[in-house]
């Protein structure tokens, strides 16, 4: 199965969190808890905003952008999704989605 760019941010900010908060283990599980949101911005689809363990990670569609943010929620970094995905955490780097296209159909706000 190939992994696409969704799964990838989703993977790498499992680590990041679990290296973070001190699950050290690759056998400790982050995986319950994780909250996925989907963004609307004036009635289109614009991004998502993972939650972990009080730690976030907001990516933006159109910029292709990811920000993370610490616990206390200060910024702790902003990179390229391009970049976050091809992280020495052992995720290849994947082509943006908006080489591949939208993963999901665009929805407007009723």
């Known amino acids: 199965m190939m992994s696409t760019p969704v799964d990838a941010v989703r993977k790498n900010f499992r680590e990041i969190v679990r290296r973070r908060t001190g699950m050290i283990s690759p056998s400790t599980s982050v995986e319950s808890g994780m909250l996925e949101t989907t963004l609307i911005r004036n009635g289109s689809y614009c991004g998502r905003r993972?939650?972990?363990?009080?730690?976030?990670?907001?990516?933006?569609?159109?910029?292709?952008?990811?920000?993370?943010?610490?616990?206390?929620?200060?910024?702790?970094?902003t990179k390229s999704v391009q970049d976050f995905c091809s992280s020495p955490l052992g995720v290849p780097a994947i082509i943006p989605a908006t080489e591949t296209g939208v993963e999901y159909p665009v929805r407007r706000a009723a």
């Open 50 to 77: 993972f939650s972990l363990h009080g730690y976030s990670l907001i990516w933006f569609i159109d910029e292709q952008q990811i920000k993370l943010y610490s616990q206390d929620g200060s910024l702790l970094e």
